[in-house]
């Protein structure tokens, strides 16, 4: 008892000594003060760098996903089966005169020449067809003889009446060539006679000397046969030369988009801006079977299509951490100089998949899962401050001690964690296309599951936390037959987060490098 | 200046206000480096990395009427960190101290009144490091066990065995101080 008073009055003495106490400072100690203050600035808040990076990567995956659809938009809009199905519009006035659009699509679908196209009147009886064929002369002549009217008002307003510039060098060529050769037209069979054609009562009525200069001549490859369902064209009068003018180049633009269509079966699209119509000119009647735009490219491709890739990857790695200092409050007083990081080691070994798009000619995007775990062994010392080492010892296997004063030996002890993560990152190609080698960064939200040992006897507690973490990577693939990859990717890791953030004094950050291997299939 | 205006100085990194800040308070936490050193030139580098310190981490005082005591604790604080970088190269010598043989200091408090403060700070700065560190902590600072314990990543029954025997050491070091001024004076 007497002894804790003279204890208690033993340490007012110091405390009222010395709890005031006032020491002078060196004569240069300002100055070297001065000198060291800014020198180092203060660091951004780690949060700031945080959000920053996020911005950044969805702004990146923002803009990557625009460019990647909006250029693919018309060609997916528009195939070339939608075109084909496009229902045939007439242009007569006479809404009798309507070609059936199955009879049209038949046509398309069935260009072959040995398949006569059945006229819209040849299931009529004879007395009918001497009938029909005079009103439609007359209809003819009376057609020819008017201006030409837009067929669609509505349609073609805004838009020029003729077709200039034809980007088509084939068709160019063609169409010059046309224009100064005048062949002896031989009008095309038919399943009806010459003599029932309406052409011929053209002929003969107006000016048949004229007829060859309107005639077509078939395509350079494109034989008479392939033409011969389709070249059943008109031939305009020359009593109309401005109306022939602008006719003409609509009528052989007709001419060999269907001369095209018959032989490809795919409707003809040139890159320009304006509208043309798809017209098929039976007897005298002229039908529209559709539209297209100039706008609408050729179905070739310029480049190969962006491959997407499926990949599987088996990850082996080595983990090393430094130990930081927490920078939490006080704390932060306590940190260590960076000379006295603690630095430790362990392997693992871990699994993911990717699927990998490529969005660009050089950039690719991908979003994959992972899972690795790792084992190793942490270094710990516990302290020993009395003589009896069971009274007191002082075991941290978090606190990651070291080295202290009454140091009285090393342990090392298992550890182990798993980690389980989502990843999404881009890629940059500097290959031509389909090199996918290329330099990859990518950000992971990882769930990690460590158990810590927390004593000699081997106790072990499971943390759980979520750490971000950034990869960096180079990535060499070897293609095997056509759609499969062999891929190697070094990369190194580096986590953005404690492991330990739970702990107040310090916090550990593992860096993972590894060489990565695994396989890749391209799904287009 | 009051310290608020001080504080708002230092954090717009005015050389004028740091300048106060130093002179205001250079005293009192130079007592303090000097109680936790081991010597004076320990002191000293204590002293001016905290004060470095303070000027780089003063945006995080959010009061500026505890600057005092942030002061004081932050200075703490770099002297158990400045202990804890350099505690590899200091030998460990608490055997060395023979903690039995002293004069139970009951017997004469008076002896205390004799020594006057330098006196009593030599005595101090010859405990051992962590002696030293805990003595300081515990008797001057009033940190509790628990406390100690956690700034220290030690237990509190290793700060209470650290603390009894860095007074006995004490005690016995006055003891010898006084045979021998007793020696001299006969």
């Known amino acids: ?524 | 200046m009051n310290n608020q205006k001080l504080v708002k100085g230092c954090k717009a990194h005015k050389p004028e206000a740091q300048r106060i800040l130093y002179e205001r308070f250079s005293g009192p936490l130079m007592g303090i480096c000097l109680r936790y050193g081991r010597s004076r030139e320990d002191a000293e580098d204590i002293f001016q990395e905290a004060f470095i310190r303070i000027f780089q981490q003063i945006d995080q005082l959010k009061e500026p009427q505890a600057l005092g005591a942030w002061l004081r604790r932050l200075t703490v604080n770099t002297a158990i960190n400045h202990y804890r970088k350099n505690k590899r190269l200091r030998e460990y010598m608490p055997d060395e101290l023979d903690l039995e043989n002293h004069r139970n200091m009951s017997q004469g408090p008076e002896i205390l009144d004799q020594l006057d403060n330098e006196a009593l700070l030599s005595l101090i700065n010859k405990l051992p490091d962590g002696y030293r560190m805990i003595f300081n902590l515990y008797v001057i600072e009033g940190y509790s066990h628990k406390e100690i314990a956690e700034v220290m990543k030690t237990n509190e029954n290793s700060s209470k065995s650290q603390l009894y025997k860095a007074k006995k050491a004490l005690k016995k070091m006055i003891s010898e101080r006084n045979l021998i001024e007793d020696e001299r004076r006969a």
């Open chain 1, 1 to 524: 008892m007497k002894e804790e008073h003279d204890d208690k009055n033993f340490e007012s003495f110091f405390r009222d000594r010395f709890e005031n106490y006032s020491g002078k400072p060196a004569s240069d100690a300002w100055k070297n003060i001065q000198a060291h203050i800014g020198k180092k600035p203060a660091k951004p808040p780690l949060y700031k760098a945080w959000w920053l990076g996020i911005a950044c990567l969805v702004l990146l995956l923002g803009v990557g996903g625009m460019l990647w659809w909006l250029p693919s938009t018309p060609e997916m809009s528009q195939s070339p089966t939608t075109q084909k199905q496009q229902t045939p519009r007439p242009l007569a006035n006479d809404p009798s005169d309507t070609l059936e659009s199955e009879q049209v699509n038949q046509m398309m679908a069935q260009p072959d020449a040995s398949v006569p196209i059945p006229s819209p009147k040849a299931s009529l009886a004879q007395g009918q067809k001497d009938i029909l064929l005079r009103s439609e002369t007359e209809r003819t002549s009376q057609y020819l003889n008017q201006k030409p009217k837009p067929a669609n008002k509505a349609w073609n307003k805004g838009q020029p009446k003729e077709v200039p510039n034809i980007r088509e060098p084939a068709l160019r060529a063609e169409t010059l060539e046309t224009e100064t050769y005048v062949p002896s037209y031989k009008p095309p069979k038919l399943s009806r006679t010459n003599s029932e054609r309406p052409e011929d009562a053209i002929k003969t009525k107006k000016d048949p000397g004229n007829a060859s200069t309107n005639s077509f001549e078939p395509l350079p490859g494109i034989s008479n046969q392939d033409t011969e369902p389709v070249s059943n064209q008109l031939t305009k009068s020359s009593s109309s030369p401005d109306l022939n003018q602008k006719r003409r180049p609509k009528a052989r633009t007709t001419a060999y988009s269907l001369a095209l269509l018959a032989k490809k079966g795919t409707v003809f699209n040139r890159t320009n801006s304006q509208r043309i119509q798809d017209n098929i000119l039976l007897g005298q009647k002229k039908y529209l079977l559709g539209t297209h735009s100039l706008a609408e490219r050729p179905q070739t491709r310029r480049h190969p299509p962006k491959p997407s890739y499926l990949s599987f990857q088996i990850e082996p790695s080595f983990a090393f951490y430094r130990v930081l200092p927490n920078r939490k409050d006080d704390i932060q007083l306590l940190d260590l100089p960076e000379n006295q990081y603690k630095v430790d080691q362990n392997l693992g070994i871990g699994a993911s998949i990717h699927w990998e798009q490529r969005i660009f000619k050089s950039w690719s995007i991908s979003i994959g899962a992972r899972y690795s775990t790792h084992r190793g062994q942490l270094d710990y010392t516990f302290q020993q401050f009395a003589e009896d080492s069971s009274e007191v010892i002082v075991l941290s296997p978090n606190r990651f001690v070291y080295n202290p004063v009454y140091q009285a030996g090393d342990q090392r002890l298992n550890f182990s964690y798993d980690i389980w993560g989502v990843q999404v990152g881009a890629r940059f190609h500097p290959g031509k296309w389909r090199k996918d080698n290329g330099i990859g960064l990518s950000l992971a939200l990882e769930h990690v599951s460590r158990r810590v040992p927390q004593s000699v006897e081997e106790e072990t507690q499971k943390q759980n936390s979520i750490n971000p973490a950034l990869t960096l990577d180079y990535r060499l693939a070897l293609p095997i037959g056509a759609r499969w990859q062999l891929r190697a990717t070094p990369n190194i890791r580096f986590n953005l987060s404690s492991f330990y953030q739970d702990h107040a004094v310090r916090k550990i950050r593992p860096y993972h490098w590894g060489l990565h291997f695994g396989v890749a299939y391209r799904l287009r």
